[in-house]
Structure formats: structure tokens, C-alpha cells
């Protein structure tokens, strides 16, 4: 007999940094500097009156990866210990009866780039970003290689003719405001991911998408703590994906705006916590 077949929905609002102001320099630890304008949110499949993006309902077998394909018997990695610290905010999950959402620390949380338009300096970036994110959370990510796939508002989060019978990796661009609505202005990334889950399971994230605005970011690179900077603006954007929201605190990577590269204790802390998240074979 066929399980349940799943529901498909999105992740909060994809996040968006805005572009530093041209007149200042980013250091780490920089005292006084001038705050960039508040980051905004980009309305992403949300219902009329709720906060959160209406659940998509899933009614054919074939529109679905077999379920388990990955999956391990028990977690892949272990989140590191970290200072006790409050300063963290979660992404609300979609079912209200759980406390979190976050991907399946049973299986491989998979990854593939698209090269195109990839700007001077930006060479293994997004890799280091990665690693740290992976190192923080005890999520064992897999890089697949490149991709020809663009970004997209309502991306298929199963792809078996491109990437096999399994859940769509997360997908790292660099695009453009043309490519990619939402980037305009001094918007400099989007990220988001999105959630799949059974009858009687937790959701879990599946699926995710990192934009980078490569004109704004090929500015930053010829700075001399260019690559410095982008990689911490790919790490806090790389926390929203493992489900981590903006935070009010200034001193934490995952302030909408504050010029903070590095993880902090805030950071740290949500972040081992979301390596502990639930292993679900049923999808």
C-alpha cells in the first residue's frame, strides 16, 4: 500500500540583505559604523491572512521521490556543544504542533551551484560558507556540482529527470534583478526553503534556493575585505535556509542588516539546535 501521499509548501518569506552603503568600509568589529536600511520581505505564496505560506497539497505518487531515498537509520552528524544563549530566532514552522522546522539530520542535505555570471573572487565562497553552516548544525551537505537550473518563485522541489529520484538539491545562483524580481534596488540576496510532510509526521524542509545579486556583489569583491564580507553575507543567508529568522540583537550574524560575517553565540546556539531536528523516512 502507498503512504500518504505528502504536503508541499514553502518556507517563510524569502530574505533579503540590502546593499552596504558605498561610503563606509565593513571590518569585523567596527565600531560606529553606519547602519544599512532594514531588510524587507518579499511576499512568497502566503495566504490572505496568514503569516505563513499556504500548504500545497500533493495528490500523484509520480510527483514525489520514493520515500526514504538517503535516509540513514539514525543522525548523519552531531551539532557541536556551544554556549547556552537565547539570542536566536526560529522560523515558525508550518505545523504549529512542533517546535521548529528543519531539515532531516538522517540524510544528506544536497547542493548544487550554477556557475553562470559567478563574479572574479567568488571562487570557493559559497563551498566555505557551506562547511561552516554544515559544521555548526552537524547537517552533512553534499555538493553535486554545477547545474544549468535558474532560480525561480515557484520552483519544482522534485526534479527527477535532472537530478534523480530524490528531493531537489538547494540551489545557489548568481543573478541579477532582471533574472530575478525582489533583487532590485540595493537588495543583495534572497533565500528561503521549502517544507514537505505526511500525515502524522513533522514537516521538514526538502528543498532550498540561495540568489545572489552579482552586480552588487562583484562591487563588494574588489573591496579589500570583499571576500570576507560575501562569504558572511552567504553564511547569514545560508541561515535562513536551515531556518533560523532575522534577529533584533546587532552583535548576531543573523541581524537583518548589522555588519556582523561571523557566527556569534546567538547564532551558534540556533543553530546547533536546528541540527537536532526530527529524521523522518516517510518522505
Known amino acids: 500500500m502507498q503512504p500518504p501521499p505528502p504536503n508541499l509548501g514553502g518556507s517563510r518569506p524569502p530574505r533579503r540583505r540590502r546593499r552596504p552603503s558605498s ?12 547602519a544599512v536600511v532594514a531588510a524587507l ?6 495566504s490572505e491572512d496568514a503569516d505563513f505560506p499556504a500548504t500545497l497539497p500533493f495528490s500523484s505518487g509520480s510527483d514525489m521521490p520514493p520515500p526514504g531515498v538517503g535516509a540513514s537509520d539514525t543522525p548523519l552528524g552531531t551539532p557541536p556543544e556551544v554556549e547556552e544563549s537565547d539570542e536566536f530566532v526560529l522560523l515558525e514552522p508550518p505545523d504549529r504542533s512542533q517546535d521548529f522546522i528543519a531539515y532531516d539530520p538522517c540524510r544528506p542535505v544536497h547542493y548544487v551551484v ?22 555548526a548544525t552537524g547537517l552533512q551537505w ?12 515557484d520552483r519544482d522541489i522534485y526534479q527527477p529527470e535532472v537530478y534523480g529520484e530524490r528531493w531537489a538539491p538547494v540551489l ?7 533574472e530575478t524580481p525582489g533583487l532590485e534596488g540595493t537588495m543583495i540576496a534572497l533565500a528561503s526553503s521549502e517544507h514537505a510532510q505526511r500525515p502524522g509526521t513533522p514537516a521538514v524542509y526538502v528543498a532550498g534556493q540561495v540568489k545572489l ?58 543553530f546547533a539546535l536546528l541540527g537536532t531536528g526530527p529524521c523522518v523516512p516517510e518522505l
Do not use: C
Not at 142 to 153: A, F, L, R
Not at 172 to 178: A, P, Q, R, Y
Not at 241 to 266: F, K, N, S
Open 213 to 270: 545579486d552579482v552586480d552588487q556583489l562583484s562591487e563588494m569583491l574588489e573591496e579589500p575585505d570583499g571576500r570576507y564580507e560575501v562569504k558572511g553575507l552567504i553564511l547569514h543567508e545560508l541561515g535562513h535556509v536551515v531556518g533560523l529568522d532575522h534577529i533584533d540583537d546587532r552583535d548576531q550574524l543573523m541581524h537583518a542588516t548589522a555588519p556582523v560575517y561571523e557566527m556569534q553565540d546567538g547564532d551558534r546556539a540556533g
Open 23 to 34: 561610503n563606509r568600509k565593513l571590518r569585523w568589529g567596527t565600531v560606529g559604523v553606519v
Open 172 to 178: 545557489f545562483t548568481w543573478t541579477n534583478e532582471d
Open 142 to 153: 553534499v555538493y553535486d556540482g554545477t547545474t544549468s537550473e535558474g532560480p525561480s518563485s
Open 114 to 135: 550554477r556557475p553562470e555570471d559567478a563574479p572574479p573572487g567568488s571562487e570557493g565562497l559559497i563551498e566555505a560558507a557551506v562547511a561552516e553552516i554544515s559544521a
Open 41 to 46: 520581505y518579499l511576499p512568497f505564496l502566503l
